[in-house]
């Protein structure tokens, strides 16, 4: 079966430049986790969704940073502008029925210059 | 949330059991421990959870102490692909859907 499926798996960009993440959760799990991990704060928490709808935005660093989950099958993390800080390993995760089994992705490594 | 406190570092034989300690100390009752690993460059893996009862499963055993203030995750048979960072997680089992990962302990596996 397959996994949670992430893309792009690498991406360079410019400071200022807009980047766009994405996610495929595994079919039929009804919770979608955005997660940052960085060598200095570890592995965080941005946001997570229930049923498509945001529930707990509050991990979510600033205004530059939005996500959506338009359908079950899909979700965007949007950074825009981009700013080196911003440089990070983000992983998206999904689980059935809110358990503590969360199954991730290989991860998106973010490389802002 | 309750805090976990563990070990930074820990080194274990190849074919041996790897034991590994976590502290959660103000644990409140519906409080579950979860356990998870992160091989390099990978996502984290969930391993195994509890409440209150040990738990075994086909990657490990986890063994909660009375008190419930403390737990060990025993890998029974290490292998070189074992290494990994492992982190203890503390959730709280009715509505919180979160789980908030600390730094774990990074357990290498020597042949």
């Known amino acids: 079966d397959a996994g949670v499926i992430q893309s792009p798996r690498h991406e360079v960009t410019e400071m200022g430049q807009e980047v766009t993440l994405r996610c495929k959760p595994i079919s039929g799990h009804d919770y979608l986790f955005w997660y940052r991990q960085t060598m200095m704060r570890g592995l965080e928490l941005l946001i997570y969704?229930?049923?498509?709808?945001?529930?707990?935005d509050s991990g979510m660093p600033e205004d530059r940073f939005s996500a959506k989950m338009p359908n079950a099958s899909f979700s965007t993390l949007k950074i825009q502008p981009s700013e080196p800080r911003d440089s990070a390993v983000y992983f998206c995760?999904?689980?059935?029925?809110?358990?503590?089994?969360?199954?991730f992705g290989e991860g998106s490594r973010l490389t802002v210059l | 949330d309750a805090k976990t406190t563990q070990p930074t570092s820990m080194d274990c034989a190849e074919g041996r059991a790897a034991n590994l300690p976590c502290n959660h100390s103000t644990i409140s009752g519906n409080e579950y421990v979860y356990w998870y690993r992160q091989i390099h460059s990978q996502g984290p893996q969930y391993i195994i959870h509890g409440l209150k009862n040990n738990e075994t499963n086909e990657m490990a055993s986890l063994i909660i102490t009375e008190d419930r203030k403390s737990s060990t995750l025993i890998l029974p048979h290490a292998t070189l692909r074992d290494t990994a960072v492992y982190y203890c997680?503390?959730?709280?089992?009715?509505?919180?859907?979160?789980?908030?990962f600390g730094a774990g302990t990074t357990v290498t596996v020597r042949a």
């Open positions: 997680i503390v959730r709280v089992g009715d509505n919180d859907y979160k789980l908030s």
């Open positions: 995760a999904s689980s059935f029925q809110g358990t503590g089994e969360l199954f």
């Open positions: 969704f229930n049923n498509n709808v945001p529930i707990d």
